[in-house]
């Protein structure tokens, strides 16, 4: 068992002190902010904004000594713009301009009016670039919150990444098998990427695959912590050479393209490549340059070299990754472009390797934060014991089938569970129903068959199962092919007629909880026309029939075995109908007996989301554990009150959007209706601070909540027995820092526990770990990324790491008559995190459940959106 385990996190190091800079700013100038604007808002475009995206990708891979852009200089003039280690020369950065204002403006007067200014020396000049300035830069500057929470200058969330990774590219990584040099890669959205290049290749099924080591740079605070984090993660990035998907699939694959300057030298011109977005257009019907590429100005800029045109690079990717004359460019892999034999992730001895190398070069500046020690030895909770034979009635799976049984008639409460299972293949239907009887320890002589429903009747469980094909209820939806009308309103329309069908197809009367098991194709055979999926369409048809909705696929060639499937079909369903408890905890006798959890999640979707329609929801879930009750519950917002869980995601399906105060208000209200007993509320604070700004880090305080403007209030004002958790994973940002587990015999793996900084009695912030499932398990000694002389090299293998949870006990007992202590409850969270018909999940069950519930928020574009792109009067719809 490991002792502790490392994170590839750093901070300043107070011994060293500041680590000062002198940089070089530019402001954009009110002048020339202000034609750039003009011209901008004259063109076809309208745009009252500056699309700086193109120009700062090109400034950064083309503009030597540029170290970061300041995406907010194109909403002000005055705000500094460029930071670089030294001045840009003006014929430099004229040229650049110029080039990008080209596609601002169709005037060529004007365009010409604004180069010549661009390059003027005379400072009298109204559009002369404005002169640079000198300002030292402290890039460990650090403030304490009132709550104690160390944290940056907002600037330093651009500029230190940045920082961080050309320390990092200066010099070569030396691995046990070989040398890697790495390239900036900067997105200009707060991170930084570092690639290893060239990519190294893998020579498999007569190919040559080409991957690359990928580092990526974030900066972040920790609750309470009095000094910011650098976090590094570590990975692999494959590159695509054979793009087996027709042109017009082709959304938007990432292009990292290396070039040499087309002018003397400068710092750091060596260390980047340039970010382009490569995808098919529907006008023009043509693979193009999309999203503000740079690589469209390049030819303007250099006519001496042969860039990569984007039908050829889709083509002939291998060989521009390979380089020619100068010039390469490497496709970004997505497993939407085919297949590849290289697997994703690092192995834990080559994570730990990279963090050697990188610590040494962070040194002296920054420090590595120190190990985490185990807290508890109590990393599970009362989970059943495993059995060696499975045929024996006492065994582990015999346990688990009568515990969900009784999870099952808690959860219906006499109610009896009507389900119909819509199929598409023969072998489905039967398979699930000789899943269901043996998930829930059904004895074989209480099934019975009787004019087409199989029921069965055990201890107080009545179900009913009737069967049917699913026919065109489970066919691709039929999409509009108008391109002009938005696609959610389109999609909108499409699963409508879904809808009608189902209810048109629904002759059968509903006499308890209704659940539909429907066999669908996988997302594979819908691809060729985006949004046909009929998943979401019928899960919102048969919601509104109120039934719920459990999907499995159609049996294909590398899906899991049917009878597996099957299973899982099951116990999800249940999950949906609350028929899942938590297992009895083994915190510690401090934890009161009728404790009960309670989680909030924000459900918030973009143009992106599963109806293409934006919204927002709070999910509230209650959960009673104790011996009296086991229940599940969820709050009802239109009714103000706990329902049965599978009542709250019905519901979901017909709630509107919130805004921001109004979901500050709702949370409120919630609270309120937990103060009839003790209560742990369970709260993703990178999930909810959107909608609740006081849970950002640097508004922490100990013990204290606050909302909108209000001051803050101590927790026991929403409670006398409320404790508060706040929980934390890397959120798509890197939040929370990669880890291994290491000892004093240079053993490297993983493990699972509780975790804390040493020596600090006041402590309230942990982190939760996951062991490595037997599924995932590899053989230790495995690399990837270069041959050692005592490894084996295993590309092809991909690399399953589990991810840390961050754990801040936000608001517990804190008097010295009767304090809590911390470590208890963030053990209890992190227990919550295991059950026996699972592995570990990534939240606790609670917090699960809540985040599950997304699955029932499917808002469609709005009526009269819909009638307005359609051409109808109000009279010719009917409500």
């Avoid at 390059?119 to 402290?138: V, Y």
């Avoid at 600037?155 to 790495?182: D, H, K, M, N, Q």
């Avoid at 819509?422 to 004019?451: C, E, F, N, Y």
């Avoid at 979401?536 to 999907?551: K, S």
Wanted: charged residues 25%; hydrophobic residues 40%.
């Amino acid at each position: 068992m490991y002792h502790a385990i490392r994170t590839v996190a750093f901070e300043p190091d107070p011994e060293h002190g500041p680590w000062p800079e002198d940089l070089h700013v530019l402001r954009l100038g009110e002048d020339l902010h202000h034609e750039l604007t003009r011209r901008q808002e004259r063109s076809r475009r309208g745009r009252p904004y500056l699309p700086m995206g193109r120009l700062h990708s090109l400034l950064r891979a083309w503009a030597p000594g540029v170290l970061a852009t300041d995406r907010n200089a194109g909403a002000d003039g005055q705000l500094p713009w460029l930071y670089a280690r030294e001045p840009v020369p003006r014929r430099v950065l004229a040229p650049l301009i110029g080039t990008w204002a080209a596609a601002l403006t169709a005037d060529q007067d004007e365009l010409d009016d604004l180069e010549e200014e661009l390059w003027s020396e005379d400072e009298a000049a109204r559009l002369c670039l404005p002169t640079w300035e000198t300002e030292r830069i402290d890039l460990t500057e650090t403030s304490l919150s009132p709550g104690g929470t160390g944290e940056p200058p907002r600037r330093l969330y651009r500029l230190l990444p940045e920082a961080v990774a050309f320390r990092l590219a200066s010099t070569p990584c030396r691995t046990e098998g070989g040398i890697l040099r790495f390239r900036v890669v900067s997105s200009g959205t707060g991170g930084v990427d570092l690639v290893s290049w060239p990519p190294l290749r893998y020579e498999q099924r007569k190919q040559t695959w080409y991957y690359s080591a990928r580092l990526t740079v974030t900066v972040h605070t920790v609750p309470f912590a009095p000094r910011f984090r650098v976090h590094v993660a570590t990975g692999v990035r494959r590159w695509a050479t054979l793009l087996d998907i027709p042109r017009w699939k082709l959304g938007g694959a990432t292009v990292l393209l290396d070039a040499p300057l087309p002018w003397p030298e400068g710092p750091d011109q060596d260390y980047r490549l340039m970010v382009n977005t490569l995808g098919y257009d529907w006008s023009s019907k043509e693979i193009t340059w999309k999203r503000r590429s740079p690589a469209l100005l390049l030819p303007d800029l250099d006519i001496t070299r042969r860039f990569p045109e984007p039908e050829e690079l889709f083509t002939s990717p291998e060989k521009w990754l390979n380089g020619r004359q100068e010039v390469a460019a490497g496709i970004v892999y997505h497993p939407v472009l085919g297949p590849h034999e290289v697997g994703a992730g690092l192995m834990p001895r080559e994570r730990a390797g990279l963090d050697t190398w990188i610590e040494q070069r962070l040194s002296p500046v920054l420090r590595r934060v120190a190990d985490l020690g185990r807290v508890t030895r109590r990393n599970t909770p009362s989970l059943l014991p495993r059995s060696a034979k499975q045929s024996e009635p006492g065994s582990r799976e015999a346990q688990r089938a009568l515990a969900r049984q009784a999870a099952l008639r808690r959860a219906l409460d006499g109610r009896p569970l009507d389900v119909e299972i819509l199929w598409q293949s023969p072998q489905t239907r039967d398979a699930l129903l000789a899943a269901l009887p043996k998930v829930i320890g059904l004895a074989p002589g209480s099934r019975t068959d009787v004019d087409g429903v199989t029921s069965w009747t055990a201890d107080g469980v009545r179900i009913a199962v009737r069967t049917r094909p699913a026919g065109e209820l489970a066919s691709a939806l039929r999409l509009s092919p108008d391109r002009k009308r938005r696609p959610a309103v389109r999609l909108a329309d499409a699963m409508t007629q879904r809808c009608a069908l189902v209810a048109e197809a629904d002759g059968s009367t509903h006499r308890g909880v209704g659940l539909v098991i429907a066999e669908i194709a996988g997302k594979a055979h819908f691809a060729s026309v985006p949004d046909s999926d009929p998943k979401h369409a019928l899960r919102l048809a048969h919601g509104r029939q109120g039934r719920l909705t459990q999907f499995i696929n159609l049996p294909e060639t590398g899906t899991a075995a049917l009878e597996h499937r099957a299973d899982w079909a099951w116990l999800d369903a249940f999950r949906q109908l609350g028929a899942i408890r938590p297992p009895a905890h083994r915190a510690g006798a401090d934890i009161p007996g009728d404790l009960q959890y309670a989680a909030l999640w924000l459900v918030r979707y973009s143009k992106d989301g599963p109806t293409r329609n934006p919204a927002r929801r709070l999910v509230a879930v209650r959960v009673r554990a104790d011996s009296g009750s086991g229940t599940v519950e969820g709050w009802d917002a239109g009714r103000t009150e706990w329902v049965p869980y599978p009542d709250m995601l019905l519901s979901l399906t017909e709630a509107s959007s919130m805004a921001s105060t109004d979901l500050e208000r709702e949370i409120r209200i919630v609270l309120f209706q937990l103060r009839d007993r003790p209560t742990l509320l369970l709260v993703n604070s990178g999930n909810m601070r959107q909608c609740w700004p006081r849970l950002r880090n640097g508004a922490l305080t100990r013990d204290m909540l606050a909302f909108g403007t209000d001051p803050q209030q101590h927790l026991t004002a929403y409670g006398n027995d409320l404790r508060m958790v706040l929980v934390r994973d890397e959120n798509g940002r890197g939040e929370v820092p990669e880890w291994y587990a290491h000892d004093a015999s240079a053993r490297i793996g993983f493990s699972e526990g509780i975790w804390a900084l040493p020596d600090d009695p006041h402590n309230r912030v942990f982190a939760s770990t996951a062991g490595t499932p037997p599924t995932a398990a590899r053989p230790k000694g495995l690399m990837k990324l270069a041959p050692a002389p005592e490894s084996r090299t295993a590309p092809r293998t991909t690399a399953w790491n589990p991810r840390l949870l961050e754990v801040t006990v936000l608001g517990c007992r804190s008097s010295e008559r009767s304090a809590d202590h911390p470590v208890d409850w963030a053990t209890l969270t992190h227990q919550l995190r295991y059950h026996d018909d699972y592995p570990p999940l990534a939240y606790p069950l609670p917090l699960h459940l809540a985040q599950l519930a997304k699955e029932y928020v499917l808002p469609l574009a709005l009526r009269t959106d819909r009638r307005a792109e359609s051409g109808e009067s109000a009279s010719d719809v009917v409500s």
